[in-house]
């Protein structure tokens, strides 16, 4: 199995390298000339224990603040459970200029632009993983990985160069991964997920006592 440990291109804020993502973003930025409407990077530590990865920056969150998961209902859940395990430093992730700081841990997604319709192409997220595959091989060894809906999941299988087929997606699923790292999945913390209860808090909560337990095993075996 791949380690994902490669060279590749460092992340670009000025990117275009979707052209139905970029003309998107430009016909955005002229709807709406106070959004960030560009490529979104990743948030928290450079090198953390835990990496998190969502879908692609919201119309009016990420893609409105530019910081992942911010400014709109998809991070309430995200940001509140992030501070209650002492990965952030505050339960809150309002603009990218607040004093929030994370510590631990990494947020970003498989996609780094606003798709339409919160729909990204096959060969957009394929386009985008060399970015995402630098972000996973910087995970700390026997660290942990958290996709937030099949994409996610099926976007980091494809940074490690390992094959979706053989790590099927499923609500509170873990997979081994190379060096120690473990994924899980979750649900996607997206509003319709939240409020139809497709995923309750408790879930949620779950999956991250299951995270809580693997990292503290493996500090203990250091």
């Not at 603040?65 to 709109?72: A, E, H, I, L, V």
């Not at 209860?197 to 493996?218: Q, W």
Request: glycine share 6%.
């Amino acid at each position: 199995m791949s380690t994902a440990r490669r060279s590749y291109p460092p992340f670009d804020p000025q990117c275009r390298a979707c052209p139905r993502l970029a003309r998107f973003l430009d016909s955005v930025r002229i709807a709406q000339p106070r959004y960030h409407a560009a490529p979104v990077p990743a948030f928290g530590a450079k090198r953390p224990r835990l990496l998190i990865v969502g879908l692609a920056p919201g119309m009016h969150g990420a893609n409105r603040t530019g910081r992942p998961f911010t400014g709109d209902h998809a991070g309430v859940l995200l940001y509140r459970t992030l501070h209650r395990y002492g990965y952030a430093s505050a339960a809150q992730s309002l603009d990218a200029t607040d004093a929030l700081q994370l510590s631990g841990c990494r947020v970003t997604n498989a996609v780094k632009c606003l798709p339409p319709q919160n729909r990204p192409e096959n060969r957009e997220i394929v386009e985008c993983n060399r970015y995402l595959a630098a972000e996973v091989g910087e995970v700390r060894p026997a660290g942990a990985i958290l996709a937030l809906g099949a994409i996610a999941h099926r976007a980091t299988l494809l940074a490690f160069s390992l094959r979706a087929s053989a790590f099927p997606f499923a609500h509170g699923a873990r997979h081994a991964l190379p060096l120690g790292r473990v994924l899980f999945d979750s649900y996607h913390c997206s509003r319709y997920n939240t409020q139809t209860k497709r995923l309750t808090e408790a879930m949620f909560v779950s999956v991250f006592d299951a995270i809580a337990d693997h990292l503290d095993r493996a500090r203990a075996r250091v």
